[in-house]
Nanobody, 126 residues
């Protein structure tokens, strides 16, 4: 039973930065991918960024490439999403998620994410 807890959301003006954190527990292997997803009001959930814990491979949605950076701290079971140059369209609830049995064969965000955190709100004002 995995548990994921996000933190670090908030409100920021366009052009600003935020860092989201996700602490995960309940799994000690390396065959796991951690992803960040978001869901804006009235829109479908979309993948934002992900990282393969075992190999460090990363994957990003086109909309955030060059602005967002996903990283991990394996010793602390933490994953981070550094968000820079934020835009109003980045406003959403951001979720941390885990995919077990993950590897480096496919793009990280394409794995099946079965475990989810409760989400944290990010609001970017213009």
């Amino acid at each position: 039973q995995m548990q994921l807890t996000e933190s670090g959301g908030g409100s920021v003006q366009a052009g600003g930065s935020l860092r989201l954190s996700c602490e995960f527990s309940g799994y000690t292997g390396s065959s796991i991918c951690m992803g960040w997803f978001r869901q804006a009001s009235g829109k479908e959930r979309e993948g934002v960024a992900g990282i393969y814990i075992g190999g460090g491979n990363t994957d990003y949605a086109d909309a955030v490439k060059g602005r967002f950076t996903v990283s991990r701290d394996n010793a602390r079971n933490m994953v981070y999403l550094e968000m820079n140059s934020l835009k109003p369209e980045d406003t959403a609830i951001y979720y941390c998620a885990a995919a077990l049995g993950c590897g480096d064969r496919f793009p990280v965000l394409q794995y099946a994410y079965s475990w989810w955190g409760q989400g944290t709100q990010v609001t970017v004002s213009s």
